[in-house]
């Protein structure tokens, strides 16, 4: 299995970017899909979950209120809609899976991952 992540880029604060994750196959049981970010210098972490059915969602105190974790289970997809982005923001963004559940922040418990998309805000 192959998650590609795609969306990133150059924004300006305040301004908005949707990042993508598609699949390529199953995740198996390991159908809790979430999105981490690490900075140049820090620690990967986490920034949001989504469960299988889209229901139910996690966000890290940092991102709630500002971004959106969505899927669509027929294109194998997960969405990160960032809105009201800041500099702070700006990280390599890691899409992923686990067989955990959504409340599972530590990076050790997601089994797949995805490349990374790069993300810049600029003040």
């Known amino acids: 299995v192959q998650l590609q992540a795609s969306g990133g880029g150059p924004v300006q604060a305040g301004g908005s970017l949707r990042l993508s994750c598609a699949a390529s196959?199953?995740?198996?049981?390991?159908?809790?899909r979430g999105w981490f970010r690490q900075a140049p210098g820090k620690e990967r972490e986490f920034v949001a979950a989504i469960n299988w059915s889209g229901k139910t969602t996690n966000y890290a105190d940092a991102v709630k209120g500002r971004f959106t974790i969505s899927r669509d289970n027929a294109k194998n997809t997960v969405n990160l809609q960032m809105n009201s982005l800041k500099p702070e923001d700006t990280a390599v963004y890691y899409c992923?899976?686990?067989?955990?559940?959504?409340?599972?922040?530590?990076?050790?418990?997601?089994?797949?991952w995805g490349q990374g998309t790069e993300v810049t805000v600029s003040s």
């Open positions: 992923a899976a686990t067989r955990y559940t959504i409340y599972s922040k530590r990076a050790t418990d997601y089994n797949y």
């Open positions: 196959g199953s995740t198996g049981s390991s159908n809790v």
